[in-house]
Protein backbone atom coordinates (compact mmCIF):
# COMPACT_ATOMS: atom_id res chain seq x y z
CA UNK A 1 0.00 0.00 0.00
CA UNK A 2 2.86 2.29 1.22
CA UNK A 3 4.40 1.81 -2.46
CA UNK A 4 1.45 2.17 -4.24
CA UNK A 5 0.90 5.78 -2.28
CA UNK A 6 4.36 6.61 -3.25
CA UNK A 7 4.05 5.58 -6.88
CA UNK A 8 0.75 8.06 -6.97
CA UNK A 9 2.74 10.87 -5.25
CA UNK A 10 5.39 9.81 -8.01
CA UNK A 11 3.18 10.68 -10.91
CA UNK A 12 1.33 13.66 -9.68
CA UNK A 13 4.31 15.67 -8.92
CA UNK A 14 4.36 16.66 -12.61
CA UNK A 15 0.92 16.80 -13.42
CA UNK A 16 0.68 19.62 -10.51
CA UNK A 17 3.61 21.19 -12.07
CA UNK A 18 2.16 21.21 -15.66
CA UNK A 19 -0.75 22.83 -13.51
CA UNK A 20 1.04 25.19 -12.57
CA UNK A 21 2.47 26.27 -15.66
CA UNK A 22 -0.84 26.04 -17.44
CA UNK A 23 -2.07 28.66 -14.82
CA UNK A 24 0.92 30.72 -14.90
CA UNK A 25 0.44 31.04 -18.89
CA UNK A 26 -3.25 31.92 -18.91
CA UNK A 27 -2.12 34.74 -16.88
CA UNK A 28 -0.46 36.82 -19.74
CA UNK A 29 -0.95 35.73 -23.62
CA UNK A 30 1.23 37.12 -26.63
CA UNK A 31 -0.84 37.26 -29.28
CA UNK A 32 0.30 38.20 -33.47
CA UNK A 33 -2.07 38.36 -35.73
CA UNK A 34 -2.03 39.84 -39.47
CA UNK A 35 -5.26 42.09 -40.71
CA UNK A 36 -6.64 42.63 -44.10
CA UNK A 37 -9.33 45.12 -44.38
CA UNK A 38 -10.03 48.61 -45.89
CA UNK A 39 -9.88 52.00 -44.25
CA UNK A 40 -13.02 54.10 -45.66
CA UNK A 41 -12.89 57.90 -45.18
CA UNK A 42 -16.13 59.62 -44.56
CA UNK A 43 -16.77 61.60 -47.42
CA UNK A 44 -17.50 65.26 -46.62
CA UNK A 45 -17.64 66.09 -50.78
CA UNK A 46 -13.67 66.92 -49.99
CA UNK A 47 -12.78 65.63 -53.69
CA UNK A 48 -12.69 61.82 -53.25
CA UNK A 49 -13.78 59.58 -56.10
CA UNK A 50 -17.14 57.58 -54.94
CA UNK A 51 -15.31 54.48 -55.95
CA UNK A 52 -12.69 51.88 -54.58
CA UNK A 53 -9.73 51.59 -56.14
CA UNK A 54 -6.67 49.08 -55.15
CA UNK A 55 -4.50 51.75 -55.26
CA UNK A 56 -5.80 53.99 -52.54
CA UNK A 57 -7.10 56.66 -54.60
CA UNK A 58 -10.65 56.50 -52.45
CA UNK A 59 -10.32 53.82 -49.91
CA UNK A 60 -6.97 52.35 -48.61
CA UNK A 61 -6.49 48.39 -48.65
CA UNK A 62 -4.71 47.01 -45.71
CA UNK A 63 -2.96 44.21 -46.90
CA UNK A 64 -0.88 41.79 -44.22
CA UNK A 65 -0.78 44.53 -41.41
CA UNK A 66 0.85 43.39 -38.09
CA UNK A 67 0.14 43.73 -35.01
CA UNK A 68 1.42 42.50 -31.34
CA UNK A 69 -1.17 42.40 -28.31
CA UNK A 70 -0.57 41.50 -24.60
CA UNK A 71 -3.26 40.00 -22.99
CA UNK A 72 -3.65 40.13 -19.40
CA UNK A 73 -6.41 36.80 -17.97
CA UNK A 74 -8.10 36.96 -21.36
CA UNK A 75 -9.67 40.03 -19.86
CA UNK A 76 -7.64 42.99 -21.01
CA UNK A 77 -5.19 43.36 -23.77
CA UNK A 78 -3.25 45.63 -24.78
CA UNK A 79 -2.37 45.91 -28.81
CA UNK A 80 0.66 47.66 -30.99
CA UNK A 81 -0.55 48.15 -34.80
CA UNK A 82 0.96 49.20 -37.67
CA UNK A 83 -0.69 50.49 -40.68
CA UNK A 84 0.31 52.45 -43.76
CA UNK A 85 -2.72 54.23 -46.05
CA UNK A 86 -2.63 56.37 -49.10
CA UNK A 87 -5.14 58.58 -50.42
CA UNK A 88 -5.83 61.08 -53.44
CA UNK A 89 -7.45 64.49 -53.39
CA UNK A 90 -8.67 66.21 -56.06
CA UNK A 91 -8.85 70.25 -55.86
CA UNK A 92 -10.31 72.13 -58.51
CA UNK A 93 -9.27 69.15 -61.01
CA UNK A 94 -7.91 69.19 -63.42
CA UNK A 95 -5.37 71.71 -61.93
CA UNK A 96 -4.60 70.84 -58.70
CA UNK A 97 -3.79 66.70 -57.02
CA UNK A 98 -2.80 66.08 -53.78
CA UNK A 99 -1.03 62.29 -52.82
CA UNK A 100 -1.24 61.43 -49.28
CA UNK A 101 0.29 58.51 -48.33
CA UNK A 102 0.72 57.54 -44.56
CA UNK A 103 2.91 55.13 -41.69
CA UNK A 104 0.09 55.27 -38.90
CA UNK A 105 1.42 53.58 -35.28
CA UNK A 106 -1.21 52.80 -32.85
CA UNK A 107 -1.66 51.00 -29.44
CA UNK A 108 -4.92 50.09 -28.53
CA UNK A 109 -6.08 49.18 -24.95
CA UNK A 110 -9.13 47.04 -24.64
CA UNK A 111 -11.69 44.67 -22.47
CA UNK A 112 -13.11 41.32 -23.49
CA UNK A 113 -16.75 41.72 -22.46
CA UNK A 114 -17.38 37.97 -22.63
CA UNK A 115 -14.30 36.80 -20.57
CA UNK A 116 -16.82 35.20 -18.00
CA UNK A 117 -18.83 33.54 -20.01
CA UNK A 118 -16.69 32.24 -22.96
CA UNK A 119 -12.87 31.06 -23.33
CA UNK A 120 -13.37 31.05 -27.57
CA UNK A 121 -15.54 33.58 -28.29
CA UNK A 122 -13.61 37.09 -27.33
CA UNK A 123 -15.51 40.69 -27.85
CA UNK A 124 -13.24 43.91 -27.30
CA UNK A 125 -14.12 47.16 -26.91
CA UNK A 126 -11.26 50.05 -25.87
CA UNK A 127 -9.38 53.15 -27.54
CA UNK A 128 -6.56 54.06 -28.59
CA UNK A 129 -4.11 56.52 -29.33
CA UNK A 130 -2.13 56.83 -32.92
CA UNK A 131 1.31 58.36 -34.66
CA UNK A 132 0.76 59.66 -38.00
CA UNK A 133 3.96 60.36 -40.68
CA UNK A 134 2.63 61.87 -43.57
CA UNK A 135 4.29 62.12 -46.67
CA UNK A 136 2.15 64.47 -49.34
CA UNK A 137 2.99 65.38 -52.69
CA UNK A 138 1.06 68.14 -54.53
CA UNK A 139 0.82 68.26 -58.38
CA UNK A 140 -0.38 71.45 -60.55
CA UNK A 141 -1.60 70.48 -63.80
CA UNK A 142 -2.53 72.43 -66.31
CA UNK A 143 -5.43 71.63 -67.19
CA UNK A 144 -4.77 68.97 -69.90
CA UNK A 145 -2.96 66.38 -67.53
CA UNK A 146 0.52 68.34 -67.91
CA UNK A 147 2.22 68.57 -64.76
CA UNK A 148 3.29 72.21 -64.19
CA UNK A 149 4.96 71.82 -60.71
CA UNK A 150 5.50 69.13 -58.12
CA UNK A 151 6.19 69.88 -54.12
CA UNK A 152 6.67 67.75 -51.39
CA UNK A 153 6.12 67.87 -47.61
CA UNK A 154 5.76 65.62 -44.45
CA UNK A 155 4.43 66.48 -41.35
CA UNK A 156 3.10 64.56 -38.31
CA UNK A 157 -0.19 64.22 -36.42
CA UNK A 158 -1.43 62.28 -33.40
CA UNK A 159 -5.54 61.14 -32.89
CA UNK A 160 -7.66 58.92 -30.76
CA UNK A 161 -9.09 56.36 -32.16
CA UNK A 162 -12.40 53.73 -31.03
CA UNK A 163 -11.80 49.77 -31.56
CA UNK A 164 -14.32 47.56 -31.54
CA UNK A 165 -13.12 43.61 -32.09
CA UNK A 166 -14.87 39.91 -32.05
CA UNK A 167 -12.49 36.93 -32.89
CA UNK A 168 -13.25 33.54 -32.24
CA UNK A 169 -10.77 30.87 -31.43
CA UNK A 170 -10.44 27.58 -33.79
CA UNK A 171 -7.95 25.92 -31.64
CA UNK A 172 -6.57 26.72 -28.94
CA UNK A 173 -3.86 28.99 -30.78
CA UNK A 174 -5.60 30.37 -34.05
CA UNK A 175 -8.29 32.41 -34.23
CA UNK A 176 -10.06 34.56 -37.08
CA UNK A 177 -12.01 37.71 -36.47
CA UNK A 178 -13.35 41.14 -37.48
CA UNK A 179 -11.94 44.04 -36.12
CA UNK A 180 -13.51 47.76 -36.51
CA UNK A 181 -11.40 51.19 -35.49
CA UNK A 182 -12.60 54.64 -36.03
CA UNK A 183 -10.26 56.79 -35.91
CA UNK A 184 -10.76 60.71 -35.30
CA UNK A 185 -14.27 59.87 -34.13
CA UNK A 186 -15.92 59.14 -37.70
CA UNK A 187 -13.50 60.47 -40.50
CA UNK A 188 -12.00 57.18 -41.16
CA UNK A 189 -13.53 53.85 -40.56
CA UNK A 190 -11.13 50.35 -40.71
CA UNK A 191 -13.00 47.06 -41.24
CA UNK A 192 -10.23 44.08 -41.40
CA UNK A 193 -10.40 40.73 -40.80
CA UNK A 194 -8.21 39.25 -38.41
CA UNK A 195 -5.80 35.90 -38.69
CA UNK A 196 -3.96 35.38 -34.96
CA UNK A 197 -1.71 33.07 -33.32
CA UNK A 198 -1.96 33.43 -29.41
CA UNK A 199 1.21 31.81 -27.00
Known sequence: MRKIL???LFLAIPLIGF???EKKEKLFSHTISNNIGIIIPLDLDWGYYPYPTFDGTKYSYLNFIPSYELGFKNMVFAKLKFRNLRNTYYDDYPFFRENNYSDAYSIIFTYNTLWKKSKKLLLKVGQGFSIFNWHTKYERLDGYGNYLSTEYSNHN??????SLGLSYKIIEN???GLDIDLYYLILFREYSLSFSYTF
Open 6 to 8: VCL
Open 19 to 21: SQE
Open 157 to 162: SFGFLV
Open 174 to 176: FAV
